[in-house]
């Protein structure tokens, strides 16, 4: 009976000795939460000496509104032997000696000699994994982020590229730029093109004849239009009613706006203006998106404006202004094209 007593004393002793090199903190308590083992692993991981936490409770261990559930816990199960975390690993979080908070993997088992329960745990300090997860986290999301501003910037890319044609190019503008999620855009919007110092309504969506009207007579520099032309900057507005930059008042509900200048080669050739849910705050990363937007679009406005100077100057005599032959025989063609499909003289 000695031999097997004796063998099983140098056994647990064994154990203990390989408890002790762990890497891990290993921290064993009774029924009264009392810590009755502690390894060095335990002793850089919460900061405590193996004789200052032989004289602690694991309660100590833990930050004060976790406190009592854990104390409830250990006496749920002492009456019940029904497990809540033991036999198994859980995440939670744990008190250092000089006070800090930090994450652990705590994995709990527990054990009965002699009518009283011993509890042994895992601690694994889970502080770098933690960084580490909220970083790739943060990857993650900066590059969804970066994945739709391409896409964003490659669907008025490719919205843009259809056509040459003016009249055409600022329909597909504001059909395209209303479409985008990314700033919940109201399905109306405009360009005003600047033309002497005035500011020309030359292409919108879901305005009304009393609007168009309203901005007929607009110059550079009035309302928040004509100051984005003037300014060259974007500009936005969380509210059309209480803001005092909004001057030429309408019968559209109260909204915000965005103002994007057109921009080429440093020359403001117009503004593109959308509309926002009133209260809508733009912040300076989406000013960033909506600036790489305006220098295409108005790199794309002035190609069209470029295209269709070229085109009057190869049709009209550069003198007087006339048409000249080449022009006559495009007409000819047309009309007899309409002829030939639609009948005719």
């Not at 002793?43 to 100590?60: H, I, N, P, Q, W």
């Not at 590059?143 to 919205?159: A, G, H, I, T, W």
């Not at 700033?183 to 305005?207: N, P």
Request: charged share 30%; hydrophobic share 40%; with cysteine.
């Amino acid at each position: 009976m000695n031999f097997w007593k004796n063998a099983l004393e140098k056994t647990e002793q064994g154990f203990g000795k390989l408890l002790d090199v762990s890497v891990d903190a290993i921290v064993s308590m009774d029924e009264s939460d009392r810590i009755v083992f502690w390894n060095h692993a335990a002793e850089r991981v919460f900061g405590y000496t193996r004789d200052e936490a032989l004289k602690m409770c694991v309660s100590d261990l833990i930050p004060g509104p976790s406190r009592q559930a854990h104390r409830d816990g250990i006496a749920r199960f002492l009456r019940t032997e029904e497990p809540v975390l033991v036999g198994k690993t859980a995440e939670v979080e744990a008190l250092k000696k000089d006070g800090t908070v930090f994450p652990v993997e705590l994995s709990l088992a527990a054990e009965r000699r002699e009518g009283v329960w011993t509890f042994f745990s895992i601690i694994r300090d889970i502080t770098k994994r933690k960084k580490d997860e909220e970083d790739l986290k943060a990857k993650t999301i900066m590059l969804d982020c970066l994945n739709s501003e391409l896409k964003l910037l490659l669907d008025v890319s490719m919205s843009i590229s259809r056509t040459i044609d003016m009249d055409t190019l600022l329909k597909d503008i504001i059909a395209t730029i209303t479409r985008l999620e990314l700033f919940h855009l109201d399905k109306k919007g405009g360009i005003f093109m600047v033309e002497d110092g005035r500011m020309r309504l030359k292409s919108y969506v879901g305005h009304t004849d009393r609007f168009v009207a309203l901005h007929n007579r607009m110059k550079v520099g009035d309302c928040l239009c004509g100051l984005a032309a003037k300014t060259g900057e974007i500009i936005t507005s969380c509210d059309s009613e209480t803001d005092p930059r909004h001057t030429i008042k309408s019968d559209i509900d109260a909204h915000g706006h965005i103002i994007l200048p057109l921009k080429a080669e440093g020359e403001v050739l117009g503004v593109l203006y959308l509309y926002l849910p009133a209260g809508t705050v733009i912040d300076e990363k989406h000013k960033s998106i909506l600036s790489a937007i305006g220098n295409l679009l108005g790199v794309a406005i002035n190609n069209s404006r470029l295209y269709e100077k070229t085109k009057e100057l190869s049709l009209c005599d550069p003198l007087t202004g006339l048409a000249n032959r080449r022009l006559m025989y495009i007409e000819l063609e047309r009309n007899m094209a309409k002829v030939r499909r639609y009948g005719g003289s």
